[in-house]
């Protein structure tokens, strides 16, 4: 039970961390390769690109689960803490819908590409493990939002704040 606790709790650093020290490494090799060799290879573009892909859709779900979402709040400085609360999960509410239905039609592109059979250009692997970056960080974004429903439906109950998430300005 204590891994995944620990899973849970650093999956997205973790896989943060892989996926940029990726597109650190093979762009500073493409770039080494473009300026000492005059040469550079596709397959170094595509795995910068798609470890981009990758780093923003496991940043939004980390984003969802920290609280650390862009959003304007100082209507919730001035709320007590049940309609706050309330609010928080109104918002969380409607981002379980967006994500729901974005999530169905991700897999939907994946589901043409794994039909066809497309493959990269550089890479000559199939796009289905590129593709499935988008329905994977909005599954990750759905577990994240369950979770945030179930603390802050226990804060509701308890009376107690709601996780905020951190300041970026105070």
């Given at each position: 039970?204590?891994?995944?606790?620990?899973?849970?709790?650093?999956?997205?650093?973790?896989?943060?961390?892989?996926?940029?020290?990726?597109?650190?490494?093979?762009?500073?090799?493409?770039?080494?390769?473009?300026?000492?060799?005059?040469?550079?290879?596709?397959?170094?573009?595509?795995?910068?690109?798609?470890?981009?892909?990758?780093?923003?859709?496991?940043?939004?779900?980390?984003?969802?689960?920290?609280?650390?979402?862009?959003?304007?709040?100082?209507?919730?400085?001035?709320?007590?803490?049940?309609?706050?609360?309330?609010?928080?999960?109104?918002?969380?509410?409607?981002?379980?819908?967006?994500?729901?239905?974005?999530?169905?039609?991700?897999?939907?592109?994946?589901?043409?590409?794994?039909?066809?059979?497309?493959?990269?250009?550089?890479?000559?692997?199939?796009?289905?493990?590129?593709?499935?970056?988008?329905?994977?960080?909005?599954?990750?974004?759905?577990?994240?939002?369950?979770?945030?429903?179930?603390?802050?439906?226990?804060?509701?109950?308890?009376?107690?704040?709601?996780?905020?998430g951190d300041k970026l300005?105070?």
């Amino acid at each position: 039970m204590d891994i995944l606790r620990r899973i849970d709790r650093d999956a997205e650093r973790w896989l943060l961390l892989t996926f940029y020290v990726m597109l650190v490494i093979t762009m500073a090799v493409e770039v080494l390769r473009r300026e000492i060799f005059a040469y550079s290879s596709i397959w170094g573009e595509e795995i910068v690109r798609y470890s981009f892909i990758y780093l923003a859709w496991i940043g939004a779900a980390a984003a969802v689960k920290e609280r650390a979402h862009i959003r304007i709040d100082v209507l919730m400085h001035y709320l007590p803490p049940r309609p706050r609360a309330l609010l928080y999960i109104f918002g969380d509410l409607v981002m379980f819908a967006v994500a729901i239905i974005a999530l169905y039609w991700s897999f939907e592109t994946v589901h043409v590409s794994a039909k066809f059979g497309s493959v990269t250009d550089g890479l000559r692997v199939s796009k289905v493990w590129f593709l499935m970056a988008v329905p994977a960080g909005f599954a990750l974004m759905v577990w994240r939002l369950l979770q945030s429903f179930a603390c802050d439906l226990r804060s509701l109950r308890d009376g107690t704040p709601v996780f905020e998430g951190d300041k970026l300005f105070d």
